[in-house]
């Protein structure tokens, strides 16, 4: 295993801004914003949050998870920086899938912990309710079908083997929940009952969140539907699997979105009296194993985990909160485990139970995660920072844990797949 | 770098199925065998493979039925269907597409190997446009 060196300084996160994840067209506030204005509000957001200017940002990097398709542009970079003051300053894009959140706060991280610069904004933006018209001004959009999609979905896996044996998009959904059944031999039903657990909380998470997608709970859409309970309408032709083990709710909920961190060496946060409590980042355990291979999202956050353990002499017992990219919902249960949140065997149990809700003694993803809260795919990734900071800072609104977290644990992943793991504490 | 260093690697694999022979590469210092074939060992991180022939024999690790969501209708005109995990004889695994798996005979064979048991399989190499996909079926 790779072993981590420490960084040169200690890095805080000092601002964070979000977007509400929603379709940008449904919303008259929003009905044709583009890309470099949907990330021009995070970034002037968090710049805000830190109480700076633009002008105090040395470097930015810009996220996006397929920006040649979904942003219709090269080098997206190049055009969002006029839009938040930040014109001739350097930066760069990169684009991991859906691991591009994580991986921005990686980067965004290691370049101020270098000392080659002091204040970096890291932001990333999808426009992924619909898409843009080529040769049209930004502002023009069209739909966005399963049919464009679902295609371009097969770019993420590998051109040699994974895609033309068909073995990596197969097995990509459930063959981590898969494994995790065989080993506690738990049946379809008890995987779907923990699955339908996690929709009930993580939707109460969502409705309660103004900046997420949903606004009705699973038990409004079962009345809605003549259902008696929430349970009936999950379990039903409406909600039906589309894999072995997921169902409708047990993927994303494809949505517009930005979200950006503004990081500063620790010591300069504290010099300067940010407004916030700054947000150390401990450290990002980091690995990418290709989706044909076997269990790759299990085998890549098994080793991230235990790098960023063995780097930062955290605990798992330290955990406060959790935050996992979920967009194959069963990912909650297995990755809660492995990253030592929950003991092995119990996640399912803790599900049904509730015990994950952002009002549960387990929360994960109190802002209701890839499914509930909405997914714009690279920047959903900072949106989770977003929630664990204002979480940690006690700031959540409705939606706040009970005990405000001073450690949190991000498992991220994406891209078939890269893995982050990282570990963020509330400077004291 | 030099031109008569290189040689494509992915074309021989693809080459080799439509002959019937399943071309990996072996590690020069640990002797693990790379397949499907890459340039370096990923087993021991040494640099230097060179070709083999593989069996096309192996066992199951486990797999997943389709649903609406990721079923190939191209496939489901072979035969009935999972992807699954294989590891070959020679040791490396992969996943593939593994005919012969219905829904009647999962449960059963689902029980065999959470019990442990090694459930064979074999290669199949289908059609398809332009190339030969490599695909495995139940012994």
């Given at each position: 295993?790779?072993?981590?060196?420490?960084?040169?300084?200690?890095?805080?996160?000092?601002?964070?801004?979000?977007?509400?994840?929603?379709?940008?067209?449904?919303?008259?506030?929003?009905?044709?914003?583009?890309?470099?204005?949907?990330?021009?509000?995070?970034?002037?957001?968090?710049?805000?949050?830190?109480?700076?200017?633009?002008?105090?940002?040395?470097?930015?990097?810009?996220?996006?998870?397929?920006?040649?398709?979904?942003?219709?542009?090269?080098?997206?970079?190049?055009?969002?920086?006029?839009?938040?003051?930040?014109?001739?300053?350097?930066?760069?894009?990169?684009?991991?899938?859906?691991?591009?959140?994580?991986?921005?706060?990686?980067?965004?991280?290691?370049?101020?912990?270098?000392?080659?610069?002091?204040?970096?904004?890291?932001?990333?933006?999808?426009?992924?309710?619909?898409?843009?018209?080529?040769?049209?001004?930004?502002?023009?959009?069209?739909?966005?079908?399963?049919?464009?999609?679902?295609?371009?979905?097969?770019?993420?896996?590998?051109?040699?083997?994974?895609?033309?044996?068909?073995?990596?998009?197969?097995?990509?959904?459930?063959?981590?929940?898969?494994?995790?059944?065989?080993?506690?031999?738990?049946?379809?039903?008890?995987?779907?009952?923990?699955?339908?657990?996690?929709?009930?909380?993580?939707?109460?998470?969502?409705?309660?969140?103004?900046?997420?997608?949903?606004?009705?709970?699973?038990?409004?859409?079962?009345?809605?539907?003549?259902?008696?309970?929430?349970?009936?309408?999950?379990?039903?032709?409406?909600?039906?699997?589309?894999?072995?083990?997921?169902?409708?709710?047990?993927?994303?909920?494809?949505?517009?979105?930005?979200?950006?961190?503004?990081?500063?060496?620790?010591?300069?946060?504290?010099?300067?009296?940010?407004?916030?409590?700054?947000?150390?980042?401990?450290?990002?355990?980091?690995?990418?194993?290709?989706?044909?291979?076997?269990?790759?999202?299990?085998?890549?956050?098994?080793?991230?985990?235990?790098q960023v353990y063995e780097l930062t002499g955290v605990s798992p017992d330290?955990?406060?909160?959790?935050?996992?990219?979920?967009?194959?919902?069963?990912?909650?249960?297995?990755?809660?485990?492995?990253?030592?949140?929950?003991?092995?065997?119990?996640?399912?149990?803790?599900?049904?139970?509730?015990?994950?809700?952002?009002?549960?003694?387990?929360?994960?993803?109190?802002?209701?995660?890839?499914?509930?809260?909405?997914?714009?795919?690279?920047?959903?990734?900072?949106?989770?920072?977003?929630?664990?900071?204002?979480?940690?800072?006690?700031?959540?609104?409705?939606?706040?844990?009970?005990?405000?977290?001073?450690?949190?644990f991000l498992r991220g992943f994406g891209g078939s797949q890269n893995v982050?793991?990282?570990?963020?504490?509330?400077?004291? | 770098?030099?031109?008569?260093?290189?040689?494509?690697?992915?074309?021989?694999?693809?080459?080799?199925?439509?002959?019937?022979?399943?071309?990996?590469?072996?590690?020069?210092?640990?002797?693990?065998?790379?397949?499907?074939?890459?340039?370096?060992?990923?087993?021991?991180?040494?640099?230097?493979?060179?070709?083999?022939?593989?069996?096309?024999?192996?066992?199951?690790?486990?797999?997943?039925?389709?649903?609406?969501?990721?079923?190939?209708?191209?496939?489901?005109?072979?035969?009935?269907?999972?992807?699954?995990?294989?590891?070959?004889?020679?040791?490396?695994?992969?996943?593939?597409?593994?005919?012969?798996?219905?829904?009647?005979?999962?449960?059963?064979?689902?029980?065999?190997?959470?019990?442990?048991?090694?459930?064979?399989?074999?290669?199949?190499?289908?059609?398809?446009?332009?190339?030969?996909?490599?695909?495995?079926?139940?012994?």
């Amino acid at each position: 295993m790779v072993k981590l060196g420490k960084n040169m300084r200690s890095v805080s996160i000092v601002g964070v801004g979000c977007t509400p994840f929603k379709d940008f067209e449904d919303h008259p506030e929003t009905q044709g914003i583009g890309e470099g204005e949907a990330f021009g509000y995070a970034a002037l957001e968090a710049i805000a949050d830190a109480g700076l200017e633009p002008r105090d940002v040395d470097f930015f990097y810009h996220g996006a998870a397929n920006p040649y398709l979904i942003n219709d542009c090269i080098t997206p970079n190049m055009q969002v920086a006029d839009w938040f003051g930040m014109r001739a300053k350097a930066s760069v894009h990169h684009s991991e899938a859906c691991c591009t959140g994580y991986v921005a706060l990686e980067q965004a991280v290691m370049a101020v912990a270098s000392g080659t610069y002091d204040v970096v904004l890291s932001g990333a933006v999808d426009l992924a309710s619909t898409l843009p018209v080529e040769h049209m001004p930004s502002h023009v959009r069209q739909d966005f079908p399963l049919e464009v999609m679902i295609p371009s979905l097969d770019k993420i896996y590998d051109r040699a083997y994974g895609r033309p044996l068909d073995g990596a998009f197969g097995v990509s959904f459930d063959n981590w929940i898969n494994e995790y059944s065989m080993i506690y031999d738990l049946d379809a039903d008890k995987i779907d009952d923990a699955l339908n657990g996690l929709t009930k909380s993580l939707r109460r998470g969502a409705v309660a969140n103004p900046l997420a997608y949903y606004e009705t709970t699973v038990e409004q859409d079962a009345a809605e539907m003549g259902f008696d309970s929430a349970d009936e309408y999950l379990k039903s032709m409406y909600n039906p699997k589309v894999t072995q083990y997921l169902r409708v709710t047990g993927f994303e909920k494809k949505c517009d979105g930005a979200a950006a961190i503004v990081v500063m060496p620790t010591e300069k946060a504290k010099a300067m009296g940010v407004p916030h409590t700054p947000i150390e980042v401990l450290g990002t355990g980091a690995s990418a194993v290709e989706a044909g291979l076997v269990h790759n999202e299990h085998w890549a956050t098994e080793v991230a985990a235990k790098q960023v353990y063995e780097l930062t002499g955290v605990s798992p017992d330290e955990i406060d909160l959790f935050m996992c990219n979920d967009f194959f919902l069963a990912s909650e249960i297995c990755s809660a485990e492995e990253c030592g949140y929950i003991p092995r065997g119990e996640a399912w149990k803790y599900a049904i139970e509730g015990r994950t809700a952002f009002d549960g003694d387990k929360p994960i993803n109190p802002h209701g995660g890839r499914c509930n809260f909405g997914h714009a795919h690279g920047a959903s990734g900072i949106a989770d920072i977003y929630e664990a900071v204002k979480q940690m800072r006690g700031e959540a609104g409705a939606t706040q844990m009970a005990k405000v977290p001073r450690t949190t644990f991000l498992r991220g992943f994406g891209g078939s797949q890269n893995v982050r793991c990282q570990i963020l504490r509330t400077v004291e | 770098m030099q031109l008569d260093q290189m040689e494509p690697i992915v074309k021989k694999f693809y080459q080799g199925l439509e002959e019937g022979k399943l071309y990996g590469r072996r590690c020069l210092e640990c002797g693990a065998v790379e397949f499907p074939p890459h340039l370096a060992c990923n087993a021991c991180g040494y640099h230097a493979t060179e070709w083999c022939e593989v069996s096309g024999h192996g066992h199951l690790i486990d797999f997943t039925l389709p649903g609406p969501q990721n079923d190939k209708p191209y496939l489901r005109e072979v035969g009935k269907y999972a992807y699954g995990a294989v590891e070959l004889d020679e040791g490396p695994a992969y996943t593939y597409v593994i005919f012969g798996i219905t829904k009647k005979k999962a449960k059963d064979i689902r029980a065999r190997l959470i019990a442990g048991v090694k459930v064979g399989v074999h290669s199949k190499i289908i059609d398809r446009p332009g190339y030969k996909e490599l695909c495995f079926e139940l012994d």
